[in-house]
């Protein structure tokens, strides 16, 4: 149950843009029904063709899946709140909504470093991948991803529900923890420094197992011959490119919550606060569609039919 002294909260970034609202409206529309039909088709390619039942497009169809999910959380709700009037979110959608794009992001991350490690064993030990990447731990890791990411802020979010909040007022276009914890009247020391040991354990734990991985697949690539470093860049390439992408759009949503950001322009601040959910959801599976072969020449023979 939310403790709140507030029914509701009023975003307070949005502007008035009067009848343009309606091509805001279709732009967005037409871009999160574009998320939906590539990552869903990329889904279904990989579940009904058996030659991509490998750990590396499993991995991809939980990051498929994952960006379905973080996608969701948010379109539906933007394409609301542009046709209306009044900018304001209940409180339970509030903070059902942090919930859904908090988790995104654990997920996101965490998915990107076991993807990470993946190709660390494809690169450096070939010859020995299939046993060490068997179909049960490939099921364990997504398991793990998931239930990892959904307890770590499960916690996060029960620390925010027991305050109580004063003010309804949420700098933003959407909900964002931070932003309604500095609503609070009660006392928040326990949720700022648990916010930041959340922080920490969000970029390290995925951090470290990624640069872990990469050092060891570049010594491995200066070491071997030309075709062992064409390969593992043509593989790690998409997997480097969707990493430096989603850290670039968090890392600005986390300055942008917790320093002023009033001297950067509102229509820029509004598509960086935007960037890592609307950019990332597309950009992976066009990306990872077109770079990866066997995923490339299963849909070029699919459309050939």
Request: proline share 4%; glycine share 4%.
């Amino acid at each position: 149950m939310v403790n709140s002294t507030v029914p509701y909260f009023i975003l307070s970034t949005y502007i008035y843009v009067g009848s343009l609202k309606y091509l805001f409206f279709v732009l967005i529309a037409l871009l999160y029904f574009s998320i939906v039909f590539v990552n869903t088709s990329l889904i279904v390619v990989i579940c009904v063709n058996r030659s991509l039942h490998e750990p590396m497009y499993m991995f991809l169809c939980s990051l498929f899946v994952n960006e379905l999910y973080g996608s969701t959380g948010l379109f539906p709700f933007l394409l609301l709140q542009i046709l209306s009037d009044v900018h304001t979110v209940s409180a339970p959608l509030c903070f059902l909504q942090i919930f859904c794009l908090y988790t995104y992001g654990h997920v996101e991350f965490c998915n990107l470093a076991v993807m990470s490690y993946d190709r660390y064993l494809a690169v450096c030990y070939p010859l020995h991948y299939k046993s060490h990447m068997t179909d049960n731990k490939v099921v364990i890791l997504i398991v793990v991803i998931w239930l990892y990411s959904f307890v770590k802020f499960t916690i996060t979010l029960c620390l925010t529900l027991r305050l109580t909040w004063c003010g309804k007022i949420i700098n933003g276009l959407y909900c964002h923890n931070y932003l309604v914890v500095k609503l609070a009247c009660s006392d928040t020391n326990l949720n700022n420094l648990f916010g930041l040991f959340g922080i920490v354990i969000t970029v390290l734990v995925p951090l470290l197992p990624i640069f872990y991985s990469y050092m060891k697949i570049l010594k491995v690539c200066f070491s071997g011959s030309r075709q062992m470093r064409r390969k593992a860049v043509s593989t790690c390439a998409p997997h480097l490119a969707s990493l430096l992408n989603f850290s670039f759009g968090c890392l600005f949503e986390i300055l942008q919550s917790r320093f002023d950001t009033t001297s950067v322009p509102s229509a820029l601040r509004i598509f960086l606060s935007l960037y890592f959910l609307i950019i990332q959801p597309l950009l992976n599976p066009i990306m990872y569609g077109t770079q990866m072969s066997k995923i490339r020449h299963v849909l070029c023979y699919k459309m050939s039919l």
